[in-house]
């Protein structure tokens, strides 16, 4: 469905070309013979869109983009507009967007509405272009454009079908908010035109759309654990599915060719809603509309043995419905069908036998059916009070871990993924819950390290994979980048044939996928052996190993937020503990959803109280139970608890009036942070490398107005008191003795070529973090300085910066450590790509920070660390100092700089 619905606004491209009145600003003479060779070739795209046409169609436009007429620049680029239009049919991207881009270039200085509906439509394309390539940032960028002029023209369906096209685009990278503003917008138009005005396509992409959101916006509450909210949304999302499919229904009964994959779609998705609904809210009325989906499908069929992925994703659900209203033995009966149609025979289902490896069409499904697997044992034990359930449902999550870890790898592209990668959350979710249950039934530390080693599973499983792999190749470097470029041109042909949507090939790529990491598994070589442990075999990291790691004055604190489980787990040397947290009503993720608006919108009104409240809710516990020597804590964040600079949490109940002298976390503890506790290990063991300079200091320059019209040069406000203390920085470096490098307007190739030779890198710069998807955040250098770059590092680049060795990265400026928060991922930012890129620690902002504040803590932070004190002292002491010289001075000044990674020093006493 979603593949179809993003190729819906092809169907209207030419739809304001052949719409064109005679108030023109600026009448053109067009050239009728070219002019009417590209009309008719527009017009058979139209007809048969989903298809190439054949050269014979094409014959005149092609002659007339060779041998263009002088003085025809619309017909010109309306010819160019046909040929991108037919590259782009041919899956031809590249070439689609150069001829387009051409195109555009012949009408800027032309004035007409000829000119406007064409550049609209050529816009129009490009989106759609790197819609498919899911480049969503330019994407969006070339939508605006087209939105605008649509506008312009009073093209009202055509505005419609873009605003319904950048809402998929936002739901494809979770931006929930933005993609809600669109669909408004888009319904404010359609209320405002008479029933005939716009097309039932247009009208019923806009309903399809308020579904997704729904379903979208349900699915964001469900993995804080929200529940009242995401009832809410769920509800208005199952009405909304079932208006849509009472107006499909007789369409496609009228006319099935045309609608009955809309209709089966529509039903599809309320399918799954409604798995969702019951997965996470155990929803009653469930079981009779699941039978209504299953009767469509044609199931079930007992005595076949087809495999139907989806018809055993519906057959999940049914077990599902079944086991929730207390019919056990039904229930295992359906699931035990559902699996055979995933291609997996299980006859001994309540003993769990293991899962095998081969790729099936859907592996979510798979892992939807594992979860519900797991449902059923847990729901035996419940009725029975037998352990052996539990120990079964236990043995079914470890079996679907080699599922899960396979899907990770065969991961090609990343919106693709999305679906799988929510199933996946829910099922290492309710893999924890059931562990947690065994360890509360026989407290021991075997048991509590499985639950230990479960919830690490589920915590930025992409940055573990990256450090192991540079821990590996540090010593074997050239042999194994042999074989990483081997596995890179597997996973390419594998998207590339992914995209082409040859199955038969993705089915032979990934056979040969898992017989190359089978060999390695298998190799007697040291330099193979090396890479499958370093790149594919995830060694768990045991408690014990942890506690013999530590000294008397650190404690982890590790925390896990998923749907329907909130753990902390507290490890000290001496102690070992999990704590329970709070989650039956979502006040947690309410409370710091509260605390992080009154950070970035400096209204502290609410501050102390909310400061307050989390610190009960998620770490007082956790506090109480710490040793006295305790001094420094490592937090592990998770849910909604990521992209907070937890130091500012109140450790006592504010008074009336607000207290003079408040209380915070910073007063009492030094404060690092890690994405997971076995990032955490891993950073402190890596190696340091000699370096060209101590430190490198690069700041941007800044003009006014250089953010316009550019998607990615999200802010150009001049970085004044930046640039003063850069100089200090630099200054205080070169007086220790230390060799420095200082760029004053570093331009992007300048930074990526000085950048690997620097011990320290720090960066006084705008972030931006408004793009759409975050291989697009990027840090915005001086523009013009260079002629081959953009001015803008985006994440993307950043990872494939050698930066290993890199002890330490500053990031002085704003929202380096803000993005989307994905479960089993964490936060995507700035300061992620470069813990990816090689570096062990970073100083990075959580929120929009201010000059001033930022720039005195960042220089007395390196006056601390100069002077021999690790890295979370020196940035506990600057913040501490700053606060005893601004004693007014609010949360929002002193803490968005936090320390992520390790905090051992740099310097000796």
Known sequence: MRRL?????????????????????????????????????????????????????????????????????????????????????????????????????????????????????????????????????RTLAFSDKAETLYRRLGAWESLVDELNNQAVCYLQVGDVQAAEAKVSRAESIISDKAEGALSELTRLNLENNKLLLAIRSGDEYVAVHWQEKAIEKYGKALVTADSLLAKLQPLAEAAPQQWMPYFAGAQFSRGTLLSKMVDSLGVPPFRQQVERVLELAGEPAWDTAIIHPVRGYILTMMAKALALEGDLDNAARHLKLSLQRLGYSNARLLESPAVQMDLVPRQDYLLTALQVKGLLLNLYHTTTNDQQFLDAAMRNYQQGMICLDSTRILQVDDAAAEGARRVANHFLADAIRTAYKLYQLAPDEERLDRLFQLTEASKSYTVRQAVFRRLGFMELESEMQELLQYEQRLKRKLQYYKQKEWPDSVLYTTAQYKAFIERLRSSKDPVRQSYYRERFSNTPLSLQQLRHSLDDTTAILSFVHAPGIGLCFVVTADELDVLELPMEDGRIAATATALKANLQSGSMATFPQNAHRLYKLAFSEAIKRLPEAIQRLVIVPDGALHGLPLECLLTKRPEEPAQSNPSYLLDEYWASYAPSVSIYQTLRKLPPKKKKFEIGVFLSAYESGEAAGNPLRCDDRPLETMARYSEDVHQLFTRKGHPSHRENSAGEASFKSRARHCRILHLSAHGCANASLPKDYAILFTLGKDQVEDGSLQAGEILSLRLDGTELVVLSMCDTHTGINRPGEGLLSLARAFSIAGCSSL?????????????????????????????????????????????????AEWSPLILIGGHKPLYSL
């Open 5 to 137: 619905y993003m190729l819906l606004p092809l169907a209207l491209l030419g739809w304001a070309s052949c719409n064109e009145d005679s108030n023109d600003e600026e009448s053109p003479q067009l050239s009728p013979p070219e002019e009417r060779c590209c009309r008719e070739a527009l017009k058979q795209f139209e007809e048969d869109q989903m298809n190439p046409q054949p050269d014979s169609a094409i014959a005149c436009v092609v002659e007339a983009v060779e041998q263009p007429p002088a003085g025809y620049p619309e017909t010109n680029a309306r010819c160019l507009y046909a040929l991108g239009f037919q590259e782009s049919t041919e899956l031809d991207y590249e070439r689609s967007n150069s001829l387009l881009l051409q195109a555009e270039a012949l009408l800027v200085n032309r004035r007409n509405r000829i000119r406007d509906s064409l550049l609209a439509d050529i816009y129009n394309l490009l989106s759609i272009n790197y819609q498919l390539q899911f480049e969503y940032t």
């Open 843 to 891: 100083l990075a902002s959580t929120i929009k920070s201010r000059q001033a504040p930022t720039a005195a803590i960042t220089y007395e932070f390196y006056r601390q660390l100069l002077a021999g004190k690790p890295k979370d002292v020196a940035l506990g002491l600057a913040k501490r100092q700053y606060r005893k010289e601004h004693p007014e001075a609010e949360p």
